[in-house]
């Protein structure tokens, strides 16, 4: 920590000085910028009931990551929790605004990540996804969540926050997270790929998230905190951006094929709701029924009760024909 002041009542060393005005403006943005971005797709999710086209690693790694960062900025501005009383409310807020940023990160993954560990569907009848979501889960809060939040307790409490021991463990926290958020979003850009749709994930998420780890950076600098507390956010928007670019170009093209002719098959929606887990072999006719089963499984298929953009663009289900039954859907394939 930089930039410290002394401050009567406070500790011998002084207090960290609490950022201008600016990056406080800034950093409350974030603060509402961070939440707002998790709500789109978490909407999406808790609307569905469906986690399909969520990575269920990206989501593990996100969690482990944000945890971590979560850890590292405790040991990072422990200081400015010292100095609270002494500072008083509102430069304690200031200076620890970074951190309401970092926890709100850290609840938002763990929760999505607890529905994809929860909802997540074998696509076939041999898969170990379910499986593997949830020893992940369950690893993941035994090892993260409470055994680092342990060993930061303890550190702290028995070396102080500056101690050598301390900040070798603060450094290997953030290269975990650096490590974990190198890799966080790579295989959330491969299942989008192959399933060249958004799924449940909200490209009004990624892209909040987006302006959120550029804003993350610029109050980290501002407030002198270590590198390795923000690369992370730099290495994760960048990933981001590659994302974002995906989902447009597959809204592009989604949109042009709406406007072509193609294969329909039909779809009924009664059939369909009385046996999803054998959805996609009863309900469509026609050869096409095994591409879609193969392809996408008949729990992904089935997608948020036929609501559109949750279900792979190659068997989207677009509106209701008005010249046929109710209980009609079309799905297109290319």
């Not at 905190?225 to 994302?243: E, H, I, K, M, R």
Request: proline share 4%.
């Amino acid at each position: 920590m930089t930039n410290l002041i002394p401050i009567e009542g406070g500790p011998p060393g002084g207090c960290p000085k609490p950022p201008d005005l600016f990056p406080t403006i800034v950093g409350i943005i974030i603060v509402l910028g961070t939440q707002i971005s998790f709500i789109f797709t978490e909407v999406n999710i808790l609307r569905s009931r469906s986690v399909v086209g969520l990575s269920t690693f990206t989501f593990l790694t996100a969690a482990i990551s944000n945890t971590v960062s979560l850890y590292a900025g405790v040991i990072d501005n422990w200081l400015a929790f010292e100095c609270c009383l002494a500072e008083g409310p509102w430069a304690c807020a200031r200076n620890l605004i970074i951190m309401v940023q970092f926890g709100l990160s850290f609840l938002n993954y763990l929760f999505i990540f607890t529905l994809v560990a929860a909802w997540i569907k074998n696509p076939k009848p041999d898969s170990k996804d379910r499986f593997i979501a949830r020893l992940s889960y369950v690893i993941y809060s035994l090892w993260f969540i409470i055994g680092a939040g342990l060993f930061c307790g303890y550190f702290v409490w028995a070396y102080g926050y500056d101690g050598d021991i301390t900040q070798l463990f603060f450094k290997v926290l953030n290269y975990i997270a650096l490590a974990t958020v190198v890799l966080q979003w790579v295989p959330q850009i491969w299942t989008t790929w192959q399933l060249k749709s958004s799924g449940s994930l909200s490209i009004f998420t990624l892209i909040l998230n987006m302006i959120g780890c550029a804003a993350v950076i610029f109050v980290s600098i501002s407030s002198g905190n270590s590198a390795l507390l923000w690369v992370p956010y730099a290495a994760s928007g960048a990933q981001q951006v590659v994302l974002v670019a995906m989902l447009v170009l597959f809204w592009i093209r989604d949109r042009a094929t709406k406007k072509n002719t193609g294969a329909y098959v039909a779809v009924n929606v009664n059939t369909a709701a009385q046996d999803e887990d054998d959805m996609a072999t009863k309900s469509l006719m026609g050869s096409s029924s095994d591409q879609l089963y193969d392809s996408d499984s008949s729990d992904r298929a089935r997608g948020a009760s036929f609501s559109g953009d949750e279900l792979t663009p190659a068997y989207k289900f677009y509106a209701t024909n008005s010249s046929v039954p109710a209980t009609t859907t079309y799905a297109r394939y290319n």
